[in-house]
């Protein structure tokens, strides 16, 4: 094996996850090397520009709605340069009664105050959101662009090398070094520590040390629409986020009177085409009528300006993967965000680096990571053997066969 050039630590991908990633290393003092299939940082899923945040409110999933706290609190405070706060609203399931006492209830124990949290009923949401229904007023929620956030996070950057342009497909060890190698078997580079951020490709980089994590794609498309001012619509369109079935963010009025409303997305399990599909826009066209009630509503008022498609990455349980590797010392993992980008790239950074440098679990505590949470995002837990044995560190594997955990999935 000829030398190549050695790091201390290398992200692979440069998307959102490898991007804070490998800007909090960064921040803390450490060199790091970013490598990328692409020429510049976040091509695929985080050329996203409308991702928004709010912690999760549903019922179920307490470790999720734990998370989501801890995660969004993470975010806000790592992107308050970018972080559009808008508020959104989050309306109460069709069929279900509201009821603001249970609803109170159900926020305090997540412990969510009304500066993060609050019951609205129809007429209060009206008079604040625009939106005659019921529900739960997240005013602290917010729009991120993902492309724009991950572009500044790898600016004037002494110690951080880029090498773009160059896809890993192999990596191996030898004398408790990584090497990794690219298309053609050329050896790029060597690491003690590489934190593999690469979405859906984690899985085939996992598959050349023989270890199978269960990731799946999710298609995505959002599409951008335009309302004519005097369109029946335009009356009802929200003037602050929304997120239920689907999401949407606030609708603007541009300069002729006009409106631009963005709706979203379709969820497309297990699929991967780019391009964009009419039957997507479509699907977002009823998704609009559904989350502003106004089904009789007339689609074709929706008229498309342009459509975003992106792929996801998402794992058996529907939870990040995010942690150490603990059967492939000097591997971290940073994968399967799904539709929580914002929320788990601002968690991973933290994690990850708490994890690569072997420090700061006092302040993981502080920030609420009790050792349950750090094994629910292990990637470990795939692994047989892993939940009977959990970790402050992550669940210790007995092998690396995958398996599934039969908790109730997160969305
Ligand atoms: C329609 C849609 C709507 C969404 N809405 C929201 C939302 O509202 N809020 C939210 O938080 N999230 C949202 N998301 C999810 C969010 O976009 C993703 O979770 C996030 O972008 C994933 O980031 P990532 O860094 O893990 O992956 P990516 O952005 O896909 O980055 C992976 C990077 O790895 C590189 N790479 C891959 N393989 C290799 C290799 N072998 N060698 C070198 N480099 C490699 C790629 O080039 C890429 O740059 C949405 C997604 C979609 C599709």
Same mark, same amino acid.
């Given at each position: 094996?000829s030398?190549?050039?050695?790091?201390?630590?290398?992200?692979?991908?440069?998307?959102?996850?490898?991007?804070?990633?490998?800007n909090?290393?960064?921040?803390?003092?450490?060199?790091?090397?970013?490598?990328?299939?692409?020429?510049?940082?976040?091509?695929?899923?985080?050329s996203?520009a409308y991702?928004?945040?709010?912690?999760?409110?549903?019922?179920?999933?307490?470790?999720?709605?734990?998370?989501?706290?801890?995660?969004?609190?993470?975010?806000?405070?790592?992107?308050?340069?970018?972080?559009?706060?808008?508020?959104?609203?989050?309306?109460?399931?069709?069929?279900?009664?509201?009821?603001r006492?249970?609803?109170?209830?159900?926020?305090?124990?997540?412990?969510?105050?009304?500066?993060?949290?609050?019951?609205?009923?129809?007429?209060?949401a009206k008079?604040?959101?625009?939106?005659?229904?019921s529900?739960?007023?997240?005013?602290?929620?917010?729009?991120?662009?993902?492309?724009?956030?991950?572009?500044?996070?790898?600016?004037?950057?002494?110690?951080?090398?880029?090498?773009?342009?160059?896809?890993?497909?192999?990596?191996?060890s030898?004398?408790?070094?990584?090497?990794?190698f690219?298309?053609?078997?050329?050896?790029?580079?060597?690491?003690?520590?590489?934190?593999?951020?690469?979405?859906?490709e984690?899985?085939?980089?996992?598959?050349?040390i023989?270890?199978?994590?269960?990731?799946?794609?999710?298609?995505?498309?959002?599409?951008?629409?335009?309302?004519a001012?005097?369109d029946?619509?335009?009356?009802?369109?929200?003037r602050?986020?929304m997120?239920?079935?689907?999401?949407?963010?606030?609708?603007?009025?541009?300069?002729d009177g006009?409106?631009q409303?963005?709706?979203?997305?379709?969820?497309?399990?297990g699929?991967?085409?780019?391009?964009?599909?009419?039957?997507?826009?479509?699907?977002?066209?009823?998704?609009?009528?559904?989350?502003?009630?106004?089904?009789?509503?007339? =689609?074709?008022?929706?008229?498309?300006?342009?459509?975003?498609?992106?792929?996801?990455c998402?794992?058996?349980?529907?939870?990040?993967?995010?942690?150490?590797?603990?059967?492939?010392?000097?591997?971290?993992?940073? =994968?399967?965000?799904?539709?929580?980008?914002?929320?788990?790239?601002?968690?991973?950074?933290?994690?990850?680096?708490?994890?690569?440098?072997?420090?700061?679990?006092?302040?993981? =505590?502080r920030l609420?990571?009790?050792?349950?949470?750090?094994?629910?995002?292990?990637?470990?837990?795939?692994?047989?053997?892993?939940?009977?044995?959990?970790?402050?560190?992550?669940?210790?594997?007995?092998?690396?066969?995958?398996?599934?955990?039969?908790?109730?999935?997160?969305?």
């Open positions: 094996m030398t190549p050039q050695h790091h201390a630590i290398v992200v692979i991908g440069a998307g959102i996850a490898g991007a804070t990633i490998a909090e290393l960064l921040q803390r003092g450490q060199s790091v090397c970013i490598i990328d299939a692409a020429s510049s940082p976040a091509s695929a899923c985080s996203h991702a928004i945040a709010h912690p999760h409110i549903g019922k179920g999933s307490p470790r999720l709605l734990r998370l989501t706290k801890i995660a969004f609190l993470l975010a806000e405070e790592r992107w308050s340069k970018g972080w559009h706060q808008h508020g959104i609203f989050q309306p109460t399931k069709k069929g279900k009664a509201f009821d006492d249970e609803l109170l209830g159900h926020l305090q124990a997540l412990g969510l105050n009304d500066e993060i949290a609050k019951p609205l009923d129809a007429m209060e008079a604040l959101c625009g939106i005659e229904q529900g739960v007023w997240l005013p602290r929620g917010a729009t991120l662009s993902l492309a724009k956030a991950a572009k500044e996070l790898l600016q004037g950057h002494e110690r951080l090398m880029e090498v773009w342009s160059t896809r890993i497909t192999r990596l191996e030898c004398d408790g070094r990584w090497f990794m690219d298309t053609a078997g050329n050896l790029v580079v060597s690491a003690d520590k590489v934190i593999i951020a690469a979405a859906m984690s899985k085939a980089l996992m598959v050349s023989n270890i199978r994590l269960p990731l799946k794609p999710v298609r995505g498309q959002l599409s951008i629409f335009s309302i001012k005097n029946p619509w335009a009356a009802r369109l929200p602050v986020g997120s239920g079935d689907g999401y949407c963010l606030p609708a603007q009025e541009l300069a006009s409106y409303w963005i709706v979203g997305s379709s969820f497309d399990e699929e991967d085409d780019l391009r964009a599909s009419d039957s997507s826009d479509n699907f977002n066209r009823e998704q609009a009528q559904g989350l502003i009630n106004y089904g009789e509503g007339c =689609t074709a008022s929706l008229k498309l300006k342009n459509s975003f498609v992106g792929v996801r998402v794992a058996g349980d529907r939870l990040p993967i995010i942690g150490a590797l603990t059967q492939r010392p000097g591997i971290f993992l940073a =994968t399967a965000l799904g539709s929580r980008g914002v929320l788990w790239s601002a968690l991973a950074a933290k994690l990850i680096s708490a994890q690569v440098l072997e420090d700061d679990f006092a302040l993981l =505590t609420g990571f009790a050792a349950d949470l750090v094994a629910a995002l292990a990637p470990a837990r795939f692994f047989a053997g892993a939940l009977a044995a959990p970790s402050a560190l992550g669940a210790l594997a007995s092998n690396s066969k995958p398996i599934f955990p039969s908790g109730p999935s997160a969305k």
